[in-house]
């Protein structure tokens, strides 16, 4: 009972504290509202839960076997992640959608937030990490593995949409329609997401 309580507390932070994933999952609730941002935050977490069951199958022995490969992936979550930071800062401000009706506005599609945990390392770390830590001493691993993994997805799926809801909170102090506040606001998110990525991979060397 302690190491479920133990892992669920590191889920709750790891999914609760600010991150790529978090911004984007902001920046969509902000401009488009909340219903339009929910199958981003499932997507996300699926994908987070997937990468958990993916390394305790096997796949975190080869990352570990292969720094190499951990580099690779650092070097891609750079470019995915520089790739959507753009398309926020590039965006014309469109007013703020509320009620995600406005068909011309950018938005972040489905397979934005999964590549977008895909692609950042500091997820597969994450993975590694519980799996290492409270999957690491049980007879059926794969079922521990998928337990985890599910419980993980259970957790971070209304941690990502307290984000969501700040997104939309955000939307209605902003008031409707100013495009100028959304304008700075969406520049230094991009930022910030532009900054993220290279600080990440710096510190892996």
Same mark, same amino acid.
């Given at each position: 009972?302690? /190491? ?19 911004? %984007?999952? +902001?920046?969509? #609730?902000?401009?488009?509202?909340? *219903? &339009? ?10 994908a987070?839960? $997937? !990468? ?8 975190? @022995?080869?990352l570990? $076997?292969?720094?190499?490969?951990q /580099? ?5 979550? =750079? ?25 011309? &506005? ?9 590549g ?5 390392? *500091?997820t597969?770390?994450?993975? %590694?990490?519980?799996? @290492?830590?409270?999957?690491?001493? =049980?007879?059926?691993? !794969?079922?521990? =593995? /998928?337990? +985890? ?5 259970a !957790?971070? =799926? ?8 700040l997104?939309? @909170?955000?939307?209605?102090? %902003?008031? /409707?329609?100013?495009?100028v &506040? ?5 520049? &230094?998110v991009?930022? +910030?997401?532009?900054?993220k990525? $290279? #600080?990440?991979?710096?510190?892996? *060397?």
């Amino acid at each position: 009972m302690q /190491t479920l309580v133990s892992f669920m507390l590191f889920a709750f932070v790891a999914s609760i504290t600010p991150g790529p994933t978090n911004l %984007l999952v +902001l920046v969509q #609730s902000l401009r488009h509202g909340l *219903k &339009a941002t929910l199958p981003l935050v499932v997507a996300a977490c699926l994908a987070a839960a $997937a !990468i958990v069951w993916l390394v305790g199958c096997g796949l975190g @022995g080869l990352l570990n $076997a292969h720094p190499s490969f951990q /580099t690779a992936m650092g070097w891609l979550g =750079v470019a995915w992640l520089s790739y959507l930071a753009w398309r926020i800062f590039v965006s014309a401000p469109s007013g703020v959608d509320i009620d995600g009706e406005q068909a011309n &506005a950018v938005r972040f599609r489905i397979r934005d937030a999964a590549g977008l945990q895909l692609s950042n390392p *500091k997820t597969w770390m994450m993975a %590694l990490a519980v799996v @290492g830590v409270f999957a690491g001493h =049980v007879g059926d691993r !794969i079922e521990e =593995v /998928t337990r +985890l993994a599910l419980l993980f997805f259970a !957790i971070s =799926v209304p941690c990502l949409s307290v984000w969501a809801l700040l997104g939309t @909170g955000a939307a209605v102090q %902003l008031c /409707t329609g100013n495009d100028v &506040a959304e304008s700075a606001h969406g520049h &230094a998110v991009a930022g +910030l997401r532009l900054a993220k990525p $290279a #600080s990440g991979v710096n510190s892996t *060397k």
